[in-house]
């Protein structure tokens, strides 16, 4: 089955710097790939996805980048804020049904 | 509309209580999913349903049963839980269970069993 990987576990950064998560997945086959930021006590939520036929996808402070090749994808947030602090979730999947979460890096932004 | 309502948020129980876990979408979604998350850990997959129809288990122990009354609601039986149960127990849907189908978490009931 899968297997997703993330880095690192834990990320502090100044207000106002970015921020890189770095995932990579084992089956070749996977062609969906979303971010997920959990918020102490709350659920899990979408703030990004990308599937398999693009390169890259932004949204505002947020883009996801992803290697096909080297199995590996990425979140870059931009202009760091306060809020942006939280657990961040990488997933992989072919069907959702597999879908595989990475371990989580928990972000924190200093002001 | 992107919600998927969970009931009860805060749920407290003995090993020897029944209870049950309840999930309601109004988003025309075929697939729904209970996953359990344990503290500083992503979420697991334990069941999902397609279609109404059970279509995986993880292996999940029997104390636990799930239920898919029609294609709005999910439950989730509880019986006989052990305290390493406790955890966040999240309910979600997506349009189906094909691929890549944006899939959107419920707020969660966070289950204690004493």
């Known amino acids: 089955g899968e297997n997703v990987e993330q880095h690192p576990s834990t990320l502090s950064v100044q207000e106002g710097d970015s921020a890189v998560i770095k995932c990579t997945y084992s089956d070749s086959a996977s062609n969906y790939f979303p971010w997920y930021k959990q918020e102490l006590g709350k659920r899990p939520q979408l703030i990004i996805d990308?599937?398999?036929?693009?390169g890259e996808k932004k949204d505002q402070r947020i883009a996801v980048t992803l290697n096909k090749t080297a199995k590996h994808f990425s979140l870059h947030i931009t202009e760091t804020q306060p809020e942006d602090s939280a657990v961040y979730f990488c997933a992989a999947s072919i069907w959702n049904n597999d879908m595989r979460f990475g371990a989580g890096t928990r972000l924190t932004v200093k002001p | 509309d992107t919600e998927v309502t969970q009931t009860p948020k805060h749920l407290v129980m003995g090993m020897t209580n029944k209870k049950s876990l309840k999930c309601e979408q109004h988003?025309?979604?075929?697939?729904m999913y209970w996953y359990k998350q344990k503290a500083k850990k992503p979420p697991e997959l334990m069941f999902v349903?397609?279609?109404?129809?059970?279509?995986i288990n993880e292996s999940v122990p029997s104390r636990f049963s799930p239920e898919c009354p029609n294609s709005s609601l999910l439950n989730l039986h509880l019986h006989a839980l052990q305290p390493e149960d406790s955890a966040l127990y999240l309910c979600?849907?997506?349009?189906?269970?094909?691929?890549?189908?944006?899939?959107?978490f419920g707020e969660g009931s966070w289950l204690t069993v004493v």
């Open positions: 990308i599937r398999s036929n693009v």
């Open positions: 349903y397609s279609y109404e129809k059970l279509s």
């Open positions: 979600a849907s997506s349009q189906d269970d094909w691929k890549g189908n944006t899939i959107y």
């Open positions: 988003m025309g979604h075929r697939a």
